[in-house]
């Protein structure tokens, strides 16, 4: 479901504390945080923020086109590793009987 029109976009306080200081001081560092829920708000723009996957944390440089996207949808959780191949001796063995 969509956040009420009404209600602002969720930003955790923590992250956009630093977003504003970094602006203040003009300066670019890469931001580590675990909010994944947070939106991406134009304070952002041009900083690289690494954001938590479960594992590790991936670097996102935020641009103009991901403003009110999350930043948990720039960052995959899982990899995909493929279907499973077919094994051809189940099928020999489904053969015979």
Do not use: C, Y
Request: no cysteine; proline share 3%; hydrophobic share 35%.
């Amino acid at each position: 479901m969509a956040r009420s029109l009404r209600k602002n976009t969720f930003v955790s306080n923590d992250l956009l504390s630093k977003i504003d200081n970094l602006n203040m001081n003009k300066e670019k560092k890469i931001i580590v945080t675990w909010s994944r829920r947070s939106a991406i708000v134009p304070a952002m723009i041009g900083h690289t923020i690494a954001v938590h996957n479960g594992k590790s944390h991936l670097p996102i440089f935020i641009s103009n086109g991901m403003i009110n996207h999350k930043l948990g949808e720039f960052v995959p959780t899982s990899i995909f590793q493929g279907h499973a191949k077919k094994d051809k001796k189940s099928k020999n063995e489904k053969k015979k009987n």
